[in-house]
C-alpha cells in the first residue's frame, strides 16, 4: 500500500492516477485546499485498492490513524502550499502547511515505522518531494546539483527548506529511511491556473491580458509532470535510502518564450480571425524576490536510477495546450472558486 500526501493537488493526483493504472492500491490523504481538485481524481476513484480520506497533514491523530488503517509500505509526501506569490501574500499558511505538517508526518510515520515488524521495517520508505526553488537563484551559467547550497528567496522556498532539513535530519539522528527529491518547473493536464502555464493558456482563449513580470527574462526549467511521476518512482523503488536527487526535464527557457509559444499554439488550435494571442502580451512589474534562473543537472538519477525525461519542453508544451482545450469543463470547475485569474503576489496581506 502507497501512502499519497496531497494526492488530489497537481503532482500527486498524477501520481495517483500512474500508481492506480499499476493496479497498486494507493490511500490519498488531503485538505482539499483551493489548489486540490477531486476531478482530478476521476480515473482513480472507483479502482478496487483506491482509497481517499480529508486529512490535514498538520493534524497528528488523523494521520496516526490513517497510518494504523492503511499499514503502508511507503509514503510519497507530496501535500504543500506550493505557489510563490501566495507566499508573499500569507506566508504563514505556507509555515503551517509546509514545516508544521511535515514534522507532524515524520513524527507520526517515524511512530508508525517502528511498530513495524523486522522485515516490513527495512523496506519501508518515506519520500519528500521538493522543489528546485530552496537552492536560490543561478546567474547566467551554472546548474543545481545534490550538493548545491541552499538559499531560499521566497516564503515558498524558505518553507520547503526548512521541510527539506527536517527530513534530512530525521535521517540522521533517527535512521529514519528517507529520501528527498528536488524538481524543476513541472506542467501538464489537471495544473491549477494560477501557474504561468495554465493561466497563459487560459488568458490567451479567453483574449483576456497575458501578465508576464518584468521583461520576461525569468529562466525555468521545465518538467513534464508525467516524466516527473515516473522519476519519483525510480527514487521510490532504487533510490538509496538518506540520498538527494535532483529531477529536470534539462528544458530550459525564458519566461517569455513560453508564453509566446502558448500564444502560438492556441492560435494554431484554436484560431481567431484577425488577431494573434502574443498581442495579448503585457509586462507587468516583477515580483518580490523573482530568481533569475533554476536549472538542474539531473545526471545522478540519470547514471544511478536509468531515468530521463521522456517528453521535450515541445512535446509536452503541446500536449497540455491540447488537453486544456478539450477540458474547459475541468477549468471552469475549478476556476468556480476562490481563484478568477487575478494579480498575486504583490505582499498586501502578508
Not at 498538520?58 to 507530496?78: G, K, M, N, T
Not at 492556441?266 to 481567431?272: A, G
Not at 523573482?290 to 536509468?306: N, V
Not at 525525461?309 to 475549478?334: M, Q
Request: a negative charge.
Amino acid at each position: 500500500m502507497y501512502l499519497i500526501t496531497g494526492g488530489a493537488g497537481f503532482i500527486g493526483s498524477a501520481v495517483v492516477r500512474t500508481l492506480v493504472r499499476r493496479n497498486a492500491p494507493v490511500a490519498n490523504i488531503d485538505k482539499l485546499t483551493y489548489a486540490s481538485n477531486t476531478d482530478s481524481l476521476e480515473d482513480a476513484a472507483d479502482a478496487p485498492h483506491y482509497r481517499f480520506e480529508r486529512i490535514d497533514v498538520c493534524d497528528a491523530a488523523a494521520v496516526r490513524a490513517a497510518l494504523e488503517r492503511y499499514r503502508p509500505s511507503a509514503i510519497l509526501h507530496l501535500a504543500a502550499e506550493s505557489h510563490v506569490d501566495r507566499s508573499i501574500d500569507a506566508p504563514g499558511d505556507f509555515v503551517q502547511t509546509n514545516v508544521v505538517g511535515t514534522f507532524t508526518m515524520l513524527a507520526e510515520a517515524r511512530r508508525y515505522w517502528m511498530s513495524l515488524p523486522e522485515d516490513r521495517a527495512r523496506t519501508f520508505r518515506f519520500l519528500h518531494v521538493s522543489t528546485d526553488e530552496v537552492f536560490g537563484s543561478l546567474g547566467d551559467t551554472g546548474h543545481f546539483t545534490e550538493q548545491s547550497p541552499y538559499d531560499p528567496s521566497s516564503p515558498y522556498s524558505a518553507s520547503k527548506a526548512s521541510a527539506d532539513h527536517l527530513v534530512r535530519a530525521w535521517h540522521r539522528t533517527y535512521g529514519f529511511p528517507s529520501i528527498i527529491t528536488n524538481c524543476s518547473n513541472n506542467y501538464g493536464p489537471y495544473q491549477f491556473p494560477e501557474k504561468l502555464i495554465p493561466l497563459t493558456i487560459l488568458n490567451a482563449v479567453a483574449g483576456q491580458p497575458i501578465g508576464v513580470y518584468g521583461r520576461g527574462e525569468n529562466v525555468r526549467d521545465w518538467l513534464y509532470v508525467n516524466d516527473h511521476v515516473d522519476a519519483l518512482l525510480a527514487v521510490l523503488e532504487r533510490g538509496r535510502l538518506g540520498e538527494t536527487y535532483v529531477i529536470s526535464g534539462r528544458a530550459e527557457r525564458r519566461n517569455i518564450d513560453v508564453v509566446e509559444q502558448i500564444c502560438d499554439l492556441v492560435d494554431e488550435m484554436r484560431p481567431r480571425a484577425g488577431t494573434r494571442r502574443r498581442e495579448l502580451i503585457r509586462f507587468v512589474t516583477d515580483r518580490p524576490g523573482h530568481d533569475l534562473r533554476y536549472a538542474i543537472d539531473a545526471s545522478k538519477i540519470e547514471r544511478e536510477l536509468g531515468w530521463r525525461a521522456s517528453e521535450s519542453f515541445d512535446s509536452g508544451l503541446r500536449k497540455t495546450v491540447a488537453w486544456y482545450l478539450e477540458n474547459e469543463a475541468w477549468t471552469a470547475r475549478v476556476r468556480d472558486g476562490s481563484y478568477r485569474g487575478e494579480r498575486l503576489g504583490l505582499g498586501s496581506n502578508a
